[in-house]
């Protein structure tokens, strides 16, 4: 059983990233779209702790940059939901194909 | 010294009188503007007599020659050091004879003019034409500077297009002004170019310096005029024939006179002044004027001269002997007459006894003016009193116009060249010469004068003899004094003219040329003459079927002649057919669909990209994003692994 | 006297005509205006030679300097010389004649002299600028207005031609644009000062780039070829007055520029690039002419003739001897005059005939004498007769030309040459057409000029024959201007 | 202490201002005009505070860091919140939501101020998130209309999904170099690859709050859907923020990586000007079309920044932004006021608008020829000048194609101007009334785009600050 290294992370939020990326352009879904935005904010979360850890561990950037992310995506998603709400009373629906009268 | 103010005043009468009825002559001036007109040209003419008295007689020749003189100059437009067009006055003989015949014929046409055109509701602005034409003409001739005479030049053509175009509602009368205008133009580029060439040289514009460099083969613009050569012919030859070939558009010499015959659909006046005395033998005047240098340093350029003379003078002649509009027989005599002047310059040398062909042809001018005003003016006369230019309307009319009859008698014998008449000195003058210098030339001129006899009186015949008369309604009289008295002036001017000792006064090196008169040599053109006559007298003095007879046992030359040669022809199809068709159309087209076409092209492109490039604005939110990606990683790349 | 007075009083006449009531008071107040700058012109004229004939032999008269933007070299730096004072001249006259032209205007007549005289603001401004800057400045400004009076007071397909016009000129001023900034990098220090810049020479390599920007840049502003397709659908959908200023004033804007910018400050430049320019010029010169006798419309035969002899200008200046850039400027001037008239006159035979087809008049001379007699007049200047300017202005550019003995510079003059036959023919088709011949069932009841009318046309008459009988004073005032201009050019003898 | 009231003037007024409408809400006691009024006041008042007694430093150990022209550009923006606020003030007095509209627009502009002082990553983060948010929410705003909502979806995600690179983005460059602070990080970058990946991230995530080519997709739909006065709050505000921050951020943080974020400048902005002229050519609704000018106007605004001169590229820059403000405004208020009573946003409808309203028309013609960069107006300097400092590189083909793009431009602002003035049309616009506030603004607006170009004192204030 070996130690997880630097790179092992930073694969994993490299991984977690384009998950979220692929969510991102794949789902029709505007909460499930959301969703896959936490994952993007959740592996840059990763990236932070890992450099933070084996790289810079005498600083603190890193952590506190991610509590500040883990904060900033909930005020995000709070106004997001909020949008989608509103979107959904005035398109009776959430599916972001409905919504794409505006073009050109 | 002549007085420059005077010879100033000569040229500015005539404007002065164009200014007033130009502007006013509608308004204040509708009945007296002919007198104030005539008034005017009559003090000029004084004027002008009493300074070529000055210049002739009593201004002192040094050692026999008469000097050229310069009383006036003005710089008018600096080009570069030395190079600069001036306004002044030059007094020379020829300049001064000019003077004479110009304000002389054009007093006469003034006065004929005031019976002629009584009762035109343009009758103002007609004097003003008149005016301008005389002060350009006055101009021309008086310069003293090459690019002087261009723009004096210019301005007569301008004046004779206004007066040939004076019936402005007639379209034949706008189409022949039109003509001759652009003709002359045509001609005048060349004229303009020549004067570049020979002012780049010559590095003047002024007419002595120019002369004076030219001729001498030390001065070093002479050298470089001759060594600078163009297709084998040199510079200078080259300038001197361009400067030709405006001459002879003014003076309608062939092939550049097609102008001239449509020409007479102006007042019959102004054709007597413009299109028979003066205007058109300016081209000769021209060639006068830089005879030295034709003479001395470029004999081809001369020689060209010459034999364009000649055949110019036979061919007209030829036209003239078919043509039925009275007016057209003379244009075309006209133009063989001027013929005449020309080659006699072409075979002329400079100085001396050589210099007979250059005298001759200023004598020539003058008495030519002399007759052929008066050929016009008679024949003003006639058109006057029926209405018409055709030869068949005519005939008999010795009854009801006698001393029109006479005077057109005796221009009619002076230009056929029947002793003692002004015309016979003259043309005998220039028959020598021709005879001394050059046979070929000689023979066409002999040949020519015998044509001249006969549709001269051709003409004479026509109309004052052949059918029988019949009185024509309106007016009885032949038009009052104003028309008659000019006549008799020029029909003495016409048989008395040949006595002045003209060599005396005028010759190419400006010395005293004894011109002595050989009985012998003058019995073949006087014959020729005299034969040429009774022809016309046999053929056309009763009515008969003479003349058709010829016409038809020489059929293809009467046609052809009768056409005039088809030259206007081939000059429609040139100007209609290749460059309008060729040039002008394809111009428009490609000015309209391919250079305007590519301006529209790329806006109408531009328009086009934007419409087919909008699907990228798919209004999905999640292709945005993917496009968003795309090129970050695109940058990304470019940016680590290519462009470093 | 102080050169900003020039940009003063119309920006003055503009604010005046905005305030006012009626359309009555703006005409006046336009006049007046118009009056003002045409006596201001000529007393500029008078001092200017005063001072040289006091033997003030500085290049520049009258500099002013004020601070602008001075973190970037630009100053508000105003001065003539000869050149300049003719051009100002030339716009003076323009103006007022175009003001007294267009005095029956009803629609929306505020906005249009406002439009007007910004436009000779623009025009006044560019002529005197010393700074490239403030130059490109009034160069743009004059475009505007152009593009309203096209686009609102015109005719036919107006919308597409001011359209056109504002983008080729804009075109163009963004070439001038690219080439002053080369300008402005190149020199030690970065300065717009067309003085300063003329000092320091610029580098040849810059001058390869930045000349034919400029020069193409300007260019299109004076119909280079083949940049001048501009002008007949701008020309012929213009107002009158707009088609006299544009002819008139906006593309002698352009030769100015050539001159004063380009050439001036790249002569290396100009000798490397002139074979071309002469090329385009007698291409524009002939090409114009031939298209012209092609036109059925006499706006378009005028504005067509303006590509033919704008290319002299051009060809003036490709041709690079003092004479003929004097010439050149002759020409500027002469054919400014020249077809401002010849618009006027076109407005008013349009005005009462409504129709500007030749095919369909005729016979005019019987019922309006005096506008056919200006008609002449100005057909005749136009075909270079000697007493009126166009005669002396060719004159000067054919003698200037033939200085260069080279075979290249021969053939080309002699081209520019044969286009004054073609000039007599398509003049005379269209003058003789509309003037003479039988009246044109209809216009029995024509009326003559009315007083504004002939005022117009009298002024630039007189302009004309002022210039084609005396041409000396012209001369004499352009001449020092076009030396200092040539003087880093050498011609090959 | 003392200095951290001064230096954080501006955000404690705002602050004191957000705090205020929110009471005021809660207690819902006082009526939308004088309320309005008070606002537009203290705004004001913030505005002119901003030109006495400002100091230059930091606080939070460089977190927060304050200068002359710092101040000089919150100021600008404040101004052009006023403006935002006279402008639409018909339309806020209408909506009953008024308060929280100006809560949000305030606490975006908050944001901003934050951003722009902000003197590390982190603090810059926030501050883009409280600039970002806020503005969707207001996107949102006309609840009833389908749009709204759509464009406030849009710009949501579409900000949340840049966030994430950019915070990706930051993360890198903390994972490189070790540091947030904006001090430290240009010492520590050698321009690895990595770095450059980084480099491109927080570029992409810039390029996209600027609405640079191609990450500009979702700015029309946006600006088209939200209410105008959100519109013109992205289209002003938050572009002249960002787009200093864009500078500040390039030109110090990093400024060793100097040649490959000119390149990448150089290839977007001409990507930028020609395909939001190419756009802006086949608009007809004005939203839209201002919309694809002002991406235009952004590829100009970055020939500025190319030129990476701290003193001339700063100058220029913030000196177009000002004159972009006013006549971006000017147009905008124009249309609202067109909009706001007839809701008509063709171009096509304002066919003969001159006949009826020829105040209006001058305005908008104004704005037009100024964005268009026509003198005299205030455009042509500010475009001027911005090509000048680009050019200062040397790249003719760079300068010859951002003029050339002058001419695309002016040919779509000229299509507006013909409709305006020389279309005919048989049922033009009727004759419209402008709130007085609105007209205040209109002629303030006007007054600048004619003045700011030729009192060149101004330019020189801008320079002296730096």
Known sequence: MIEPGLYHMLFLSAALFFIGVYGFFTRRNLVTMLMSIELILNSVNLNFIAFNKYLWYDKLDGLFFTIFIIAIAAAEAAVAIAIIINLYRSHKSIDVENAEELKY | ?644 | MNLSLLILLPLLTAIIILLMRNAAQVKWVALAGAALQFVLAFVLLFTFREQRADGNTAQMLFETTYNWFPSWGISFHLGVDGISVAMILLTAFVVIAGVLVSWNVTKMTKEFFFLLILLSLGAYGFFISLDLFILFFFLEIAVIPKYLLIGIWGSGKKEYSANKLALMLMGGSALVLVGMLGIYFSGAERSFDLMKLSQLNISYQTQMICFPLLFVGFGVFTALFPFHTWVPDGHSSAPTAGSMFLAGISMKLGGYGCLRVATYLMPEGAQEYATIIIVLSVIAILYGAFATMMQKDLKYINAYSSVSHCGFVLLGIGMLTKTSMTGAVMQMVSHGLMTALFFAVIGMIYERTHTRQVSEMGGLLKRMPFIISILFIVGLCSLGLPGLSGFVAEMTVFVGSWEHPDTFSRVATILACLSIVVTAVYILRAVTKTAMGPLTTGFENLSDATWNEKLAALILVAGIIAIGIAPFWLNDLIRPGAEIIMQKISIPK | MNDFLTLMKPELVLTGIIFLLLFVKLGKGIKNEPLLLIIQVLLLLNFLSGFFFNEEGTLFDGMYLTTNMIVLQKNILNLSVYLISLLFAGWFKKSEHMPEFFMLMLSALLGMFFLISSGNLLMFFLALELATIPVAAMANFDLDKKRSSEAAMKMILSSAFSSGILLFGISLVYGATGSISFAEIPLLLYGTPLEILALVFLFGAFAFKLSIVPFHLWTADVYEGAPMATTSFLSVVSKGAVAFVFMATLYKVFQPMETVWYNMLMILSIATMIIGNLFALRQQNIKRFLAFSSIAQVGFIMVGISSSHPVEGVTSVVYFILIYIFSNLAAFGVAAAIASQTNKEEIDDYKGLYKTNPFLSWVLALALFSLAGIPPTAGFFGKLFLLTAGASKGSYLFITITALNMIISLYYYLRVIRSVFMEKNEKPIEKIKIEPSAKLALIICGAAIVLIGLLSWIYDYIQSLI
């Open chain 2, 1 to 644: 010294m002549p007085n420059a103010t005077l010879i100033l005043l000569i040229i500015l009468l005539p404007l002065a009188g164009f200014v007033m009825l130009g502007i006013y002559g509608r308004k204040y001036f509708q009945n007296t503007s002919g007198i104030i007109g005539t008034t005017l040209m009559l003090i000029s003419t004084v004027l002008a007599l009493y300074t070529a008295y000055g210049y002739f007689f009593e201004y002192v020749k040094v050692d026999g020659v008469y000097q050229p003189l310069v009383p006036l100059k003005y710089t008018w437009l600096q080009f570069s050091d030395g190079v600069s067009i001036d306004m002044g006055i030059i007094i020379d003989p020829i300049s001064v004879m000019m003077l004479v015949v110009v304000t002389f014929i054009s007093l006469m046409v003034h006065i004929y003019s005031l019976g002629y055109m009584k009762g035109d509701e343009r009758f103002p602005t007609y004097y003003a034409f008149l005016g301008l034409f005389t002060f350009s003409m006055l101009g021309l001739v008086i310069s003293s500077n090459i690019f002087q005479i261009y723009i004096f030049w210019e301005l007569v053509g301008v004046s004779s297009f206004l007066l040939i175009g004076y019936y402005y509602d007639k379209p034949s009368a706008v189409a022949a002004c039109k003509k001759a205008f652009i003709v002359t133009r045509f001609a005048d580029v060349g004229f303009l170019i020549g004067i570049l060439i020979l002012s780049f040289y010559s590095r003047t514009l002024d007419f002595n310096t120019l002369i004076e460099r030219l001729t001498s083969a030390e001065s070093t613009e002479f050298k470089s005029a001759v060594a600078a050569s163009f297709m084998g012919i040199s510079a200078l030859t080259w300038g001197l024939v361009l400067v030709f070939i405006g001459g002879a558009g003014k003076s309608a010499m062939f092939p550049l006179h097609i102008w001239l015959p449509d020409a007479m659909e102006g007042p019959t006046p102004v054709s007597a002044l413009i299109h028979a005395a003066t205007m058109v033998v300016a081209g000769v005047f021209l060639v006068a004027r830089l005879f030295p240098v034709f003479a001395i340093s470029a004999p081809n350029a001369l020689s060209l001269v010459g034999y364009v003379g000649a055949i110019s003078a036979l061919i007209a002649a030829i036209i003239a002997c078919t043509q039925t509009d009275i007016k057209r027989v003379l244009a075309y005599s006209t133009m063989s007459q001027i013929g005449y002047m020309m080659f006699a310059l072409g075979v002329s040398k400079y100085g001396g006894e050589d210099g007979l062909g250059y005298t001759a042809s200023m004598f020539h001018l003058f008495t030519h003016a002399m007759f052929k005003a008066l050929l016009f003016l008679g024949a003003g006369a006639v058109i006057h009193y029926i209405h018409s230019n055709e030869m068949k309307d005519m005939g008999g009319l010795r009854k009801y116009l006698p001393i029109t009859h006479i005077t057109f008698l005796i221009a009619c014998l002076a230009i056929a060249g029947v002793p003692p008449f002004a015309g016979f000195f003259s043309k005998e003058e220039i028959l020598l010469a021709a005879y001394q210098n050059n046979t070929a030339v000689y023979w066409i001129a002999l040949i020519t004068s015998g044509l001249t006899a006969f549709y001269m009186f051709r003409l004479y015949f026509g109309i004052f003899w052949n059918k029988e008369a019949h009185a024509h309604g309106e007016h009885k009289n032949e038009g009052g004094f104003a028309m008659m008295i000019p006549l008799v002036l020029l029909a003495v001017g016409a048989s008395a003219a040949g006595f002045i000792p003209f060599g005396h006064f005028v010759s190419s090196d400006r010395t005293r040329l004894e011109t002595e008169f050989h009985l012998m040599f003058s019995i073949a053109p006087v014959a020729l003459g005299l034969a040429g006559i009774f022809i016309a007298m046999w053929m056309y003095k009763k009515q008969n079927d003479r003349p058709d007879k010829l016409a038809a046992s020489l059929n293809g030359l009467y046609k052809s002649a009768y056409h005039k040669f088809y030259i206007d022809e081939i000059y429609i199809f040139i100007t209609r057919k290749i460059i309008f068709n060729l040039i002008g159309k394809p111009a428009a087209w490609f000015d309209k669909n391919v250079v305007d076409g590519l301006m529209n092209a790329t806006g109408n492109s531009t328009k086009d990209i934007s419409e087919t490039i909008k699907g990228f604005q798919s209004g999905k939110v999640q292709s945005y994003a993917i496009y968003f990606l795309v090129s970050i990683i695109g940058l990304a790349l470019l940016f680590i692994y290519i462009w470093k």
